[in-house]
């Protein structure tokens, strides 16, 4: 059996059907035609039989006789008209309801061929008619036998039907009963349109369409856990906000007890020495409490730099000059710099910069407290995952602790700190201010060999 053939025949069926009725009009013609040859044979038959019979019950028996002739022949002008026709098609006489014939096409579509006992009422079962329903076809449904006892054309929409070699098609069955010489029926023609394909066509859509409504309904979930998060995040952007609020009322004060604390240690000369720690303390808690909420501002308040084009190794400089003042600052710790001479100016916001730098130097000197070096380089390169991204690159490098792998995830979540008074804020809020600037900030660090930090500032 030749598949390629067979599954490109009933597209022509269907075209033939749907496009071109006019060909179809030549079954009928054809019928038309020899029935009207065959009918005037009788007559000229007849004269001859007037010549050569005087008893009319012998040219009854005749007249049947030859009817008999002309009904064969017509049906046996049809078998060979539709053998080679490229639509299934079966021709069954009636009332036997012998199956007589079977095209190639029908051999095809069912992969069967004519079963020499065949009848309209064994066929459903012999070529594997099935209703999904109810197992075999029910042959008084089957097209043929309708359009015999409604002596008119029959569609049949669902009818199915399966191969030998297990194929299942599913096909629209269409009858004519065929007339004869008396207009008595005398067989029944069936066409069958194979709609397999139109099916496996609508089964993939409709799949097509689940699939598609699936992933809206995944996309649906995804966009109302986003205006969770939106939510959440309009709400904790009103507590950034109160909190920077609160801060900066904070630090003011703050400062002004710290600075009143030194005043005072300075213009009470006499006080004992416990009188003068205590006043020691107060100053350097106040302090201490002034920088956390000026980090906390930092970090709370969206940084929105104020970009100006800036001699980047003079804000590197001047946050180097501020940590080597600084009186914690271990002067053990040696500082290299190795800035590239084709770094010059880079448009920032300079005082968040510093802000940054300053934050990072400080992590890396507190990496270091048996000393060590420390080196902040500068060159020009890419921003990662961004080829085409021209930028600044500066680079502070330490040989201090290193971080724990486990720690390196968490290092830019704000209050994240594996130090006893740190606060947790100073990559979270570097992070913001390098985002602001459209840059981005990395780490990579070897527990025990040290730290190195990467600003990407783009050009
Ligand atoms: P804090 O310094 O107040 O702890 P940071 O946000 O600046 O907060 O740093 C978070 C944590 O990241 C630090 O507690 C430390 O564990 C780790 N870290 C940051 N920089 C370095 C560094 N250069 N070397 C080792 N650990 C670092
Ligand atoms: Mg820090």
């Not at 490109?8 to 079954?27: G, R, V």
């Not at 309009?234 to 920077?244: D, K, P």
């Not at 969206?302 to 590197?316: A, G, Q």
């Not at 008074?421 to 570097?430: E, I, Q, V």
């Amino acid at each position: 059996m030749n598949i390629t053939l067979f599954r490109e025949e009933p597209l022509l069926a269907i075209s033939l059907w749907n496009a071109d009725p006019s060909l179809w009009l030549l079954i009928p013609l054809f019928l038309f035609a020899g029935w009207s040859f065959l009918r005037s044979e009788p007559f000229s038959r007849g004269s001859d039989l007037e010549v050569h019979k005087d008893e009319e019950g012998d040219r009854t028996a005749d007249r049947s006789h030859v009817h008999h002739q002309a009904n064969e022949l017509l049906l046996c002008s049809l078998d060979a008209l539709m053998s080679e026709f490229p639509v299934p098609i079966w021709i069954a006489e009636w009332p036997s309801g012998r199956l007589r014939s079977m095209n190639r096409a029908s051999q095809e579509l069912l992969g069967r061929k004519l079963e020499p006992r065949s009848t309209l009422f064994n066929c459903t079962d012999l070529y594997g008619f099935y209703h999904p329903d109810l197992g075999t076809y029910p042959p008084e449904w089957f097209p043929a036998l309708r359009a015999v006892k409604s002596g008119a054309s029959v569609i049949v929409e669902d009818l199915r039907a399966l191969t030998p070699e297990g194929e299942r098609r599913l096909l629209v069955g269409w009858a004519m009963p065929l007339r004869g010489y008396a207009g008595e029926i005398i067989g029944v023609v069936t066409a069958f349109f194979d709609r397999t394909d139109t099916l496996h066509k609508e089964r993939a859509y409709e799949a097509h369409i689940q699939e598609l409504t699936r992933e809206v309904e995944k996309l649906k979930g995804q966009l109302t856990a986003m205006e969770r998060k939106v939510a959440l995040a309009h709400q904790l952007s009103n507590i950034g906000q109160m909190t920077a609020i609160l801060a900066h009322e904070i630090r003011n004060p703050l400062g002004a007890i710290a600075n009143a604390a030194e005043l005072l240690l300075q213009l009470l000369p006499n006080a004992d020495e416990n009188e003068r720690e205590l006043l020691r303390l107060i100053s350097s808690e106040a302090r201490r409490l002034s920088d956390f909420t000026r980090q906390v501002l930092t970090y709370a308040r969206m940084p929105d730099p104020e970009p100006v084009l800036t001699h980047i190794h003079e804000v590197i400089e001047q946050a180097l000059d501020l940590l080597q003042k600084d009186p914690h600052f271990d002067s053990r710790i040696c500082i290299r710099k190795e800035f590239s001479p084709v770094v010059t100016l880079c448009s920032v916001d300079p005082d968040l910069i510093k802000e940054v730098l300053w934050n990072l130097l400080l992590n890396a000197v507190q990496a270091m407290p048996e000393a060590g070096e420390l080196v902040v380089a500068t060159d020009l390169g890419e921003i990662p995952d961004r080829p085409s991204q021209r930028c600044v690159r500066i680079t502070i490098r330490d040989s201090g602790v290193g971080i724990a792998p486990g720690d390196m995830e968490k290092l830019f979540d704000p209050f994240f700190t594996t130090k006893p008074f740190g606060t947790g804020l100073g990559l979270a809020a570097a992070r913001r201010i390098i985002e602001a600037h459209n840059g981005e900030i990395t780490v990579q660090s070897s527990p025990g060999k040290g730290t190195t930090v990467t600003i990407f500032l783009p050009l």
